[in-house]
């Protein structure tokens, strides 16, 4: 008899996921179907499209895992009442945790680096102070994890005129974000500024720590960024010197803590979540100045995972299963079956060369938020196209940088590092070549944000597409960027991705298989 475990994340970045056995077959986001970013939330949409596209009565769920935020004013507990075994959990580190397992070949060291997880007594502590997770170390044995080191810290409230704040490394980028783009999700913005920075002796230093488990953030920079007009214009070199200063010491402390990770539990597979591990320039430092064998990230290992690790949790802790869990990055509905045999691949990789955008739509939407090629829009890294996705199509900052995607068989060309990563979530070095010829793709510190296409991917139209692509034009690779339009999320249903195309001027998409032109 089959069994069903749901995973329940009612928090920002809500979502639900579900088990069916061993295998994670189908999971999704609330943003994608109230099509409000970063949602927050009782995920009962998330829950009813599982139900609904798994073909399961409540009655078929053996154990709902719901994790909350303590003192939420969001949740609705009537609804669970339908199912017949629910449990309500408030770890939030020990559940990102539990997600990147998902991604990891046996044995390793678990750091877990965001804004604010949970407090002490939601750890199963015996403390009543309000403190918050920062950071988290956990021993993983290939099934189940145990703690090893844990950071908490004080939320500050009314002190900055940013807002709330915390000795945190997700809260400092919150903190310039905010400052810079009034915006508390706009970290990546930051990331990509910090390139045209500089050192600014004006700018105190951030992070201060040692070798005895200290981290702490400098008053002094906090009163310094407090002192600054708000906001701070993006185009000031003030911000892209404020942002290269933020980066630059994050990559520095991030090398020291793994490194020391390494050499006290005498590991090299290490796999790093929460939100700050979407910062893919500072994984690509990880791999390139600490010994690690593998770098583990799962591709929502922001909030949005929360839920899988809840899953993942109850399978290994509460059920005892030991055996490997089976998953995919592309997780959501599938809307049409899509034969493979009838695509016209040439007539979209003519299209391409030609200069068009192209949006691809097929299979499910992918589980995070990096769109790795079904929900897509995909372009030549010609001269001009970066300008053009920028102030055109995406109506966004000009200064930001777009991933690419290749085939693996074609990574030596692109870069002469052995670093890559199938998610587009670790930035790669260019090779010489790549950076004078194709400045359209790469960032101005010389490095991609790259999905890589394996060969067990051959029957997917991003693969065919690439491999026509060279062999009949040389090109070897393409812009991969996300299928929406600015302030909304991903398009998760057909109808979205035909209206947002006709929105941002995209002319094509191929539409589960079906070239259609939604413009004239």
Known sequence: MKRYVLGVHSGHDSSACLFCDNQLVIAIEKERLSRKKHDSGEPIECIEYILKEAELEYSDIDLVVRVNWFNSNELNDEYYKVFKNVIVRYEHHLFHAYAVTLVMDGEGIIYIVDGRGCRPKDNGEKSNMDI???????????????????????????????????????????????????????????????SYGRTNSNIPPIIKYDNYDIFSVSKEWLQFLNQQEFPIDYHSQLAKDISYSLQNEVEKYFEFRVNTLISK?????IAI?????????????LMRKCNIDKLGIFPACGDNGISVGAAV??????YHDRRKLKWRFDLGKTYSKLNQSKVDIEKIVDLIYKGNVVGIFENGSEYGPRALCNRSLLALPSKGMKDYLNMKVKKRERFRPFGGVVLERNIGKLTRETVSNDYMLIAVKARDDIIRTLPDLVHIDGTIRIQVVREDRKNTSIYRILDILERKYGSFLLINT??????????????????TAKKIGVKYILLNGIIERVMW
């Open 132 to 194: 918050f997770e920062t950071e988290s170390v956990y021993k993983y044995d290939g099934c189940i994890i145990s703690a090893l080191e844990k950071k908490y810290a004080e939320h500050i409230v009314g002190e900055y005129k940013w807002g709330s704040h915390m000795d945190s490394i997700g809260y400092i980028y919150a903190d310039v974000s905010r400052m810079i783009f009034q915006d508390y999700n706009a970290a990546g913005k930051v990331m990509a500024l910090a």
């Open 265 to 269: 539990y005498k590991s090299n597979s």
């Open 273 to 285: 979540s929460g939100g700050v591990a979407l910062n893919c320039k500072n994984n690509g430092e």
């Open 313 to 318: 949790w109850a399978i290994r802790e509460l």
């Open 482 to 499: 996300s299928f929406n339009d600015k302030g909304e999320p991903i398009v998760e249903q057909p109808d979205e991705a035909i209206s």
